[in-house]
């Protein structure tokens, strides 16, 4: 019986052991487990038996957080990792190596992009495409590529990448399709269903939803067939070869890398897993109000949203999303300055946190996509007056009766 995500969330943590009946998997904040003979602690760190060594690789808490995920991606499994960028940098340092390539999606989280940059410092080649069209990934691959890199809807201007095409683009050419979902959420999309090999998470936005914890994840569909991936080390070769691409990450990511998720953490996030389906509903029912309304106002020149038809691709985000997301992005009219829009929101935080509880807005060209400059800026489509909303759960009346008011002092400067 397939019960429905929030069901399935929920009484998670009870289809394995639960100390004493808890309700819940508890807080377990040991860095170390000890085994009653040497033979059985050499049987766990040899991965004969399962169990934990040393909390670097993981505590029973991260643990039932793994598990979680791997239910809502349906997954056959999961590491976390201490942020979402921990998860996407030691996961391409765990599987690449010098001379190999990826195609990357031009459309990308700003830190994302600046690690992509690293990685061709370390002997890696990264072709940046528009991969709204798979057309240009398809022309970007090499017999050395190894890995496609998407993200669902981009961060911050809302492009939506081609992901069924690219999704088969990757099963013909035997390449890796590593999928960003963190503005989808499982609430929304799973990437299994296109094909994905990989799926990232930032657990630190929607999942948590309380902005109290950081995370990341990363999750196995199952579908890639890593027999055929050329840099699995020989250790790493052992039992079905369906586990071999998440033990590499987590022996080379996690454990000698070290980015590892705390328990504290793992558990608040684990707790606002619970509500996310619920969150996200919300959520997306106040972007979709709030960027119906901004449309209207003669002050803003585009809307970003991939709920509104005039979204370029809005009968893509409609077929495969379960909803549009809570993250719109708007441009205003010349001679508005975004800095006094945002100044005038009263309820709205100024902030670069997205995924929260809390409306969160920021200048995009002056924050979080400086440091790259203009000219790079400009291929990611990013206009000097982007502002980007991460729309929370507020009741809606408000959250409108703020713009509303913030837009009508501007109407009067
Ligand atoms: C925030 C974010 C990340 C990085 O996650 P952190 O937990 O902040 O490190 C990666 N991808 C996307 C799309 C994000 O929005």
């Not at 492009?159 to 590593?178: F, N, P, R, S, T």
């Amino acid at each position: 019986m397939t019960r429905e995500i929030t069901t399935r969330i929920l009484h998670a943590d009870r289809l394995g052991t639960v100390e004493h009946g808890a309700i819940l998997k508890p807080l377990h904040i040991a860095t170390a487990y000890g085994y009653e003979t040497a033979e059985e602690l050499t049987a766990v760190f040899q991965g004969d038996k399962g169990g934990h060594i040393y909390g670097r690789q993981g505590n029973p808490t991260t643990q039932a957080l793994e598990a979680k995920v791997s239910l809502m991606e349906d997954a056959v499994g999961t590491v976390c990792f201490a942020t979402g960028m921990a998860a996407i940098c030691s996961s391409m340092m765990a599987l690449l190596k010098k001379g190999d390539h990826v195609v990357a999606s031009r459309f990308l989280f700003g830190n994302t992009a600046s690690w992509l940059n690293t990685l061709t410092q370390l002997g890696c080649e990264v072709s940046l495409v528009d991969a709204t069209e798979a057309a240009n990934v398809q022309e970007a691959l090499r017999p050395e590529t190894r890995m496609v890199f998407v993200e669902t809807i981009a961060n911050p201007r809302t492009q939506v990448a081609d992901l069924e095409a690219i999704g088969k683009l990757c099963a013909m050419h035997g390449v890796l399709y590593v999928v960003d979902s963190t503005m989808t959420t499982p609430a929304l999309f799973r990437p299994k269903a296109v094909g994905a090999s990989l799926v990232v998470h930032s657990l630190s936005k929607s999942i948590c939803g309380h902005g109290n914890a950081l995370g990341g994840s990363i999750s196995d569909t199952g579908l890639y067939d890593w027999d055929k991936y050329p840099n699995i080390l020989p250790s790493y070769r052992k039992g079905p070869d369906a586990g071999w691409g998440l033990l590499q990450i987590r022996k080379k990511g996690l454990r000698d890398m070290g980015a590892t998720l705390s328990a504290e953490h793992g558990h608040r996030i684990a707790a606002g897993a619970e509500t996310l389906a619920l969150r996200m509903e919300r959520a997306c029912a106040n972007a979709h109000v709030l960027a119906k309304w901004l449309d209207d106002q003669p002050l803003v020149a585009k809307v970003h949203y991939p709920g509104l038809q005039s979204h370029v691709q809005h009968a893509r985000a409609k077929k495969l999303f379960k909803d549009a997301g809570a993250l719109l992005s708007f441009e205003t009219v010349e001679g508005v300055d975004p800095f006094d829009v945002l100044n005038a929101l009263q309820l709205v935080i100024k902030s670069s946190h997205l995924g929260d509880n809390r409306t969160l807005a920021l200048p995009v060209a002056r924050t979080i996509f400086w440091e790259m400059g203009a000219e790079q800026r400009e291929s990611m489509e990013i206009a000097d007056s982007l502002i980007r909303v991460s729309v929370g759960i507020e009741a809606q009346a408000d959250l409108l009766a703020d713009f509303r008011q913030a837009f009508d002092k501007l109407g009067r400067k």
